[in-house]
């Protein structure tokens, strides 16, 4: 049996581990961390959620002439420290991947760590992920202050 490769990702934020993990689930922030001109050319078609355990997501968006849309299911939400994810594209991935997101409290802000599990035949895209998901968290501790200052 090959084992599956694994993308381990960390990022430290001085905001509190409640603000980081909240913005995981929070359509409006993910469309400013994950998807979208922020990130990437690209036009978010749509962003739905429903953040339960059992629960879904789809996430759509438009880079060039081409939709990719990212799907999974929510298989643990624990507030504010773990979120573990299903990942994968509609009608080309037949084996989802797992991401797992466990974010530690500090006394400035937080530590987070995304492990994202791949299936085997995925291995030679890992760092391609890694970018991405490091695209990603930069990308959230440069919204999250914007996002505190709208709040006030």
């Keep these: 049996m090959t084992d599956s490769p694994r993308v381990v990702v960390t990022r430290s934020f001085t905001f509190s581990a409640e603000r980081v993990f909240d913005a ?7 469309g400013r961390f ?13 962003l ?14 438009r880079r060039g002439d081409q939709d990719i849309h990212h799907v999974g299911t929510y298989r643990e939400i624990g507030r504010p420290r ?12 037949v ?14 802000g937080c ?3 995304l492990t994202h599990e791949l299936q085997p035949q995925w291995a030679d895209y890992a760092p391609r992920v890694a970018q991405g998901w490091t695209a990603m ?4 501790a440069d919204v999250l202050p914007v996002d505190a200052a ?3």
Excluded at 24 to 30: F, G, H, N, Q, T
Excluded at 83 to 92: K, M, R
Excluded at 95 to 108: A, W
């Design 24 to 30: 995981w689930l929070d359509p409006m922030m993910i």
């Design 34 to 46: 994950m998807f979208g001109p922020n990130l990437r050319e690209e036009t978010v078609l749509h």
């Design 48 to 61: 739905k959620l429903d953040a339960q355990v059992g629960g879904s997501f789809s996430f759509k968006v």
């Design 82 to 93: 773990r979120l573990v994810f299903t990942w994968g594209i509609a009608g080309e991935s």
């Design 95 to 108: 084996d989802e991947s797992v991401v797992t997101i466990d974010i530690v409290p500090r006394k400035d």
């Design 111 to 113: 530590e987070l760590m």
């Design 137 to 140: 968290l930069t990308a959230l």
């Design 150 to 152: 709208t709040r006030s």
